[in-house]
């Protein structure tokens, strides 16, 4: 490698979107000189939804980006509701650091006000820049090879340390030999998306409200995005994307008829862009530091998407391991790598309930009369913390576990039609399951591999590269959409392009 520019930076990050952008804000804010590369030019989409609780809005607050953010004037989303067979929960945000509200702004527009937010603090963010290699001092990360797709040049930089924020696939946790994870979870389900004119859109309780609603093991969901529009998801049983993917429109019929009041909130939509979706969300924790190295965001830890938790805790733990850098600040490389597992230890901690969770979610239990009775106890109890749980203000063990779910058993037992050696074995899985995850907590051991309760076996590594748009050649990673309208009434339009405006 004769020829190779070669420069020296204080830090390197590989990936620029959610946590490698904050990583790169938290760094760059201090003085440091801080390298983002990514191989993809902004704007640009990425096959994830984007809904966005409280504690979201809060991170954004605090790595100074959420002006730009809000600059796409999206609605402030004041309340979440929860439904199922008719009976529904709705709570109101409390704050988070003061912010109340969520939002749902596009991929695309997100990223890059976090791009732009990065390059204000001083960070110099390179697009189009491939990173192929590492480069090592003994058994240390020294930087990174990369190539600069415009130019054809394969370019270095050295840095005492190197964040992976290249999401699932990362290349860097290759590189480094951490990218098989040391726990998962198989996902039960699959996520399919459209974004389309909202037919409420003069209605504010609509525009101020995230919904599910659920129906035989599908989650219906309603998200408002900015200009009137609306992004619109199914997330059922995984092996459903396949047939949504084969008769996109015959499943969409099919699930408004499954789901009525979904149905009645979409009628009427128009301009319907083309279908995207997955099958393929395994969850995972892997080793996420190490002599030089870091892994931030999805390249250290995924989650099912089931709760939309993914790009809070990207942007809280993008921005912590900046932090943690700046603070090990010139005291060695010994220091840094101290503060690197510090680090890791401490995003455990934070999004293990999370994970768990997610974990739960993703089963597919069909009409269940557990969540209806939560749902009707919760729908009248002024402390409901739905909202919390999903704001992260409140563990979600605490707001849907065992204390709780006794009284759910209970009226769910009174009722003349029950069956009751079901919801009996049902709730005793549940049990099992929050009594697991309190004894981890006690236990706190870091990277714990003991396979956990609501884990479901049978994850397999690596991912598989089916992880693709639907219905078109998008995907991660692809760049801005196409747009052609389509009208709906009561079943999908012929809107076949891909779009979230
Ligand atoms: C279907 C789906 C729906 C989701 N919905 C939500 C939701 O509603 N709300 C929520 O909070 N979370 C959601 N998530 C989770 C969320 O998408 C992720 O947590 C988030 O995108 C992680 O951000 P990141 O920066 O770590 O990684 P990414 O967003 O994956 O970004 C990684 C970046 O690294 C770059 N890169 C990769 N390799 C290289 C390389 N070799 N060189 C240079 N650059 C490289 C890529 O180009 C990319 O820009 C969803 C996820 C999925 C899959």
Not at 256 to 276: C, D, K, P, S, W
Not at 434 to 442: A, K, N, P, Q
Not at 450 to 475: D, H, M, T
Request: with cysteine.
């Amino acid at each position: 490698m004769s020829n190779v520019t070669s420069e020296h930076a204080d830090a390197v990050v590989v990936g620029s979107r959610i946590a490698g952008a904050a990583a790169a804000i938290a760094m760059a804010r201090t003085g440091r000189h801080v390298i983002a590369l990514d191989r993809v030019r902004f704007p640009s989409d990425t096959l994830s939804t984007h809904l966005m609780f409280p504690a979201h809005v809060a991170e954004l607050v605090r790595l100074g980006a959420l002006e730009r953010v809000l600059a796409h004037r999206p609605p402030r989303v004041r309340h979440v509701m929860l439904s199922h067979q008719g009976v529904s929960a709705s709570d109101r945000f409390l704050p988070v650091e003061g912010i109340d509200f969520g939002v749902c702004v596009p991929r695309p527009e997100l990223d890059h006000a976090l791009v732009e937010t990065a390059r204000a603090f001083g960070a110099e963010v390179r697009e189009h820049s491939s990173v192929t290699d590492l480069l090592w001092d003994g058994d240390r990360v020294a930087g990174v090879r990369y190539r600069d797709k415009d130019s054809d040049e394969v370019r270095e930089i050295r840095a005492p340390v190197t964040i992976g924020a290249d999401g699932r696939r990362s290349v860097v946790a290759q590189l480094v030999g951490a990218d098989r994870p040391y726990r998962g979870s198989r996902n039960g389900r699959g996520f399919v998306f459209w974004y389309m004119d909202d037919p409420k859109s003069d209605d504010r309780k609509w525009r101020e409200t995230y919904v599910q609603w659920r129906a035989g093991g599908t989650h219906g969901m309603v998200f408002p995005t900015p200009s009137n529009r609306m992004l619109v998801s199914f997330m059922g049983p995984a092996d459903r994307v396949a047939l949504f993917r084969r008769d996109t429109q015959g499943m969409w019929e099919r699930q408004l008829r499954e789901n009525r009041r979904f149905a009645a909130r979409v009628a009427g939509a128009t301009n319907i862009t083309r279908m995207r979706g997955t099958d393929d969300m395994v969850s995972f924790f892997r080793r996420s530091s190490g002599p030089g190295w870091a892994l931030a965001g999805d390249a250290g830890h995924f989650k099912d998407p089931v709760l939309g938790q993914g790009i809070r805790d990207s942007l809280r733990h993008g921005r912590l391991v900046g932090e943690a850098v700046v603070r090990a600040g010139d005291d060695g490389p010994l220091a840094i790598d101290e503060a690197l597992r510090a680090w890791e230890k401490e995003r455990d901690d934070d999004c293990l309930p999370a994970y768990h969770w997610g974990n739960r979610e993703t089963r597919i239990v069909g009409d269940d009369p557990l969540v209806i009775e939560a749902l009707r106890t919760l729908a009248v109890d002024d402390l409901s913390e739905i909202g919390n749980a999903f704001s992260r203000r409140r563990n979600p063990e605490h707001v849907f576990g065992f204390r709780r779910s006794a009284g759910w058993l209970l009226r769910a037992l009174s009722r003349p039609d029950a069956d009751r050696g079901a919801l009996l074995r049902r709730a005793l899985g549940e049990l099992l399951i929050d009594v697991d995850i309190r004894y981890e907590r006690l236990l706190g051991h870091f990277r714990d591999s003991r396979p956990a309760r609501s884990e479901r076996p049978g994850w397999s590594w690596p991912i598989r590269k089916s992880q693709v748009a639907l219905n078109g050649q998008g995907g991660a990673g692809s760049t801005g959409p196409a747009f052609v309208g389509g009208t709906m009434t009561d079943g999908v339009g012929n809107g076949t392009q891909d779009g979230s405006r």
